[in-house]
């Protein structure tokens, strides 16, 4: 089955700062890669997803690329605020979105005003 | 994006007893599952819920324990059977709307499950 790792799993950054969170995943065959923003006491939050079809994705201060080749997949956060402090989670699935998604570790990024 | 309820939003329990959580969704949904996050942890799949028929399980979940309903597109149900201390977790609903596989997946706030 697939299996997804995340690195790094605590990030702490400045106020105004970029973060970048990495993913790598395992099956060939999955096609979409969700992001989640969880904040304390709350459920996941999707902020962001991709397609196998697309190399990059940006909304806003949020972006997403995708390298299929190296199987790997990143979120970059621009101009961090304090309410981006949170846990985030990379997911990955095969066979369309609303199928079973498999997890990473999560990262807990704090933003330091 | 669809509203998810969830319910109760905490209990504590004794060990032995079961709990049944309960999955409300404000329109209907092609797709629902069920997730376990353990405390500091990720999440992981425990089943999906099939309207009209029996759940699938994933590797490490049986029916006994997390028996699953969901009698309609909008609801469902998860039960705790028999409850050991080792069952404390969040367990969170998840949907996928539309009719169309290609859309997104979205959580509700979850269950926090504490056994004494």
């Known amino acids: 089955g697939e299996n997804v790792e995340q690195h790094p799993s605590t990030l702490s950054v400045q106020e105004g700062d970029s973060a970048v969170i990495k993913c790598t995943y395992s099956?060939?065959?999955?096609?979409?890669f969700p992001w989640y923003k969880q904040e304390l006491g709350k459920g996941p939050q999707l902020i962001i997803d991709?397609?196998?079809?697309?190399g990059e994705k940006k909304d806003q201060r949020i972006a997403v690329t995708l390298n299929k080749t190296a199987k790997h997949f990143s979120l970059h956060i621009t101009e961090t605020q304090p309410e981006d402090s949170a846990v985030y989670f990379c997911?990955?699935?095969?066979?369309?979105?609303?199928?079973?998604?498999?997890f990473g570790s999560g990262t807990q990024l704090t933003v330091l005003p | 994006s669809a509203v998810i309820s969830q319910k109760p939003s905490r209990d504590i329990c004794q060990r032995g007893t079961s709990l049944t959580i309960q999955c409300q969704v404000d329109?209907?949904?092609?797709?629902m599952f069920w997730y376990r996050q353990q405390p500091g942890q990720s999440l992981t799949l425990i089943a999906t819920?099939?309207?009209?028929?029996?759940?699938?399980?994933e590797s490490g979940f049986v029916i006994d324990k997390f028996p699953i309903s969901r009698p309609n597109l909008t609801f469902s149900t998860l039960t705790v059977s028999n409850m050991s201390p080792e069952d404390s977790s969040i367990y969170l609903c998840?949907?996928?709307?539309?009719?169309?596989?290609?859309?997104?997946?979205?959580f509700g706030d979850g269950t926090r499950l504490s056994i004494l």
């Open positions: 819920a099939n309207q009209g028929s029996e759940a699938t399980y």
């Open positions: 998840s949907v996928g709307t539309g009719v169309d596989s290609n859309q997104p997946q979205h």
């Open positions: 329109s209907q949904v092609t797709m």
């Open positions: 997911a990955a699935t095969r066979g369309g979105s609303a199928r079973q998604l498999t």
């Open positions: 991709i397609r196998s079809n697309v």
């Open positions: 099956d060939s065959a999955s096609n979409y």
